[in-house]
């Protein structure tokens, strides 16, 4: 089965630090733009981060300068480095391949990986 797993989140204070990692199967990851999105309580997804095939990323401007996108083609994995958290960056963290890129061929999210920002 072609599946993505989330994985690295937790409980950290304000301006504490987590590296989340996202496993994705699949024989040519390589090909596509991957992202992480987030869902807070009440709230839409949202998408966060976006690393191309060849590396190139974005992010949403409340996180940038605080986060790091980046992947391993050869492990199939896509991390998100986060630094500085606030507690608005609380949410359920997913990975996928976005919209507007070559589609993926996962057809389902992920579990996703709960990050909590709070004193």
């Known amino acids: 089965q072609v599946q993505l797993v989330e994985s690295g989140g937790g409980l950290v204070q304000p301006g504490g630090s987590l590296r989340l990692s996202c496993a994705a199967s699949?024989?040519?990851?390589?090909?596509?733009?991957m992202g992480w999105y987030r869902q807070a309580p009440g709230k839409q997804r949202e998408l966060v981060a976006t690393?191309?095939?060849?590396?190139?990323?974005y992010y949403t401007d409340s996180v940038k300068g605080r986060f790091t996108i980046s992947r391993d083609n050869a492990k199939n994995t896509v991390y998100l480095q986060m630094n500085s958290l606030k507690p608005e960056d609380t949410a359920v963290y997913y990975c996928?391949?976005?919209?507007?890129?070559?589609?993926?061929?996962?057809?389902?999210w992920g579990q996703g990986t709960q990050v909590t920002v709070s004193s």
């Open positions: 996928n391949a976005p919209k507007g890129g070559l589609s993926g061929p996962w057809p389902d």
């Open positions: 699949g024989s040519a990851f390589s090909l596509y733009t």
């Open positions: 690393i191309t095939s060849l590396g190139r990323t």
